[in-house]
């Protein structure tokens, strides 16, 4: 079914695909806007590689349906192909070949006239500061300038949809924010993004939407900073002086939040989200008074993006859960 006149660029619906009797993807549901950055964020084996290659018609599944700028992806695969791009976790790039011809290769590939070809391949060096590059072998390319490559090469047909699956892993941190600024480039020119990762500061840096994806099916889904508010605003950490206050602290602090108390003993730290500040301020630095526990450091912040994943992917692992709580 053609679905003309929908604002959504992604739609799937209980996306099943099983291996064996291992369900990769478990009634997945997806729904992106056109025009925004959607987050497909979740562990290793969540099924977010499953899902790109689902999308992208590269695998059948099992069952639900899924529409692709506005074309179904099980009955119109080639309509769906026509309109998307898609960059793969590892690189399909030339080593020896340079950017230049990599690009170029790739137009001839999805058949474009040589000139065009071209053209394209020297737009898209510039788009993605490659241009003082374009010459070199792409084996002497660093990882975010390779990865940029990549990119550029998911775009030579200009497609309306782009799956990126996991862009910046095995990247450093420079290679990051290369990767991160190309992406930011390319959704200001209108492209539809999917973005696989595994890392919560990547999709809060580049997602409109998040979807946590987790034993493939969506645990959670929301804004950056509504999945972030979810874990209920800010946390308190006190660092203690010796290892063995540790037990009083954490029942300390059990009793004046709302829990959980996460105890870090390598780091002497208990830690647990806070509604009223300066009242549990307070209430703590009275109490380990009393109690003739010293800190070394008390510390009032949001939480990480790690702890708002812990806490919506835990649902199902409660007995970790509980190894590393204690009062509450
Ligand atoms: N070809 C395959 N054969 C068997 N199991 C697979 C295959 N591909 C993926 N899986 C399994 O499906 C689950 C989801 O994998 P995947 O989609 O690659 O996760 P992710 O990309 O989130 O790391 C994992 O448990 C993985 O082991
Ligand atoms: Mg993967």
Request: glycine letters at 10%; zero cysteines.
């Amino acid at each position: 079914m053609v679905m003309h006149g929908t604002d959504l660029a992604i739609r799937a619906e209980g996306l099943r695909k099983r291996y064996g009797d291992r369900h990769a993807l478990d009634r997945l549901d997806l729904n992106v806007p056109t025009g925004t950055v959607h987050g497909l964020l979740g562990p290793n084996g969540a099924g977010k590689t499953t899902a790109v290659r689902i999308l992208t018609t590269l695998l059948r599944f099992d069952a639900g349906r899924a529409e692709v700028a506005g074309y179904d992806v099980a009955r119109q695969p080639e309509q769906v192909r026509y309109r998307i791009g898609l960059v793969g976790q590892y690189a399909a790039v030339d080593e020896i070949l340079s950017g230049r011809q990599n690009l170029a290769m790739f137009g001839r590939l999805y058949h474009l006239p040589g000139r065009v070809a071209d053209r394209r391949a020297d737009e898209l060096l510039h788009r993605f500061g490659l241009a003082d590059s374009a010459d070199k072998p792409v084996g002497r390319y660093s990882g975010g300038m390779r990865r940029r490559l990549d990119l550029a090469a998911g775009l030579i047909l200009a497609p309306a949809v782009l799956f990126l699956d996991e862009p910046t892993t095995g990247l450093d941190p420079r290679g990051r924010n290369e990767v991160w600024a190309a992406v930011r480039a390319l959704v200001g020119a209108g492209t539809t993004v999917l973005l696989t990762t595994q890392y919560l500061d990547e999709a809060d840096q580049l997602a409109d939407r998040i979807s946590v994806v987790d034993a493939g099916r969506i645990v959670a889904d929301g804004t950056p900073d509504a999945l972030k508010s979810r874990l209920g605003g800010d946390r308190i950490d006190v660092v203690l002086h010796r290892v063995d206050d540790l037990p009083e602290a954490a029942t300390l602090l059990g009793r004046i939040t709302d829990g959980p108390v996460v105890r870090d003993d390598d780091n002497r730290r208990v830690s647990a989200p806070v509604a009223d500040r300066i009242g549990t301020l307070t209430a703590l630095v009275r109490g380990l008074d009393e109690r003739g526990v010293a800190a070394e450091n008390i510390v009032l912040r949001r939480p990480t993006l790690d702890e708002v994943f812990l806490h919506l992917t835990d649902a199902d692992r409660e007995s970790d859960e509980r190894d590393r709580e204690v009062a509450r």
